[in-house]
């Protein structure tokens, strides 16, 4: 989704891996926001 809107990052990440593999856990109550700061963290 992200190579198919940013076409030039496909060349900068070719094996089409643009985050770490890895996942996120936690207990309920999470929310966009809180997720989206994990992420940029």
Request: hydrophobic content about 50%.
């Given at each position: 989704m992200?190579?198919?809107k940013h076409?030039?990052?496909k060349y900068k990440?070719?094996?089409r891996?643009?985050?770490a593999e890895g996942y996120?856990?936690?207990t309920v109550g999470l929310n966009e926001a809180t997720?989206?700061?994990y992420i940029q963290d």
């Open positions: 992200m190579f198919d076409a030039n990052l990440f070719g094996n891996y643009f985050w996120y856990v936690s997720i989206r700061k």
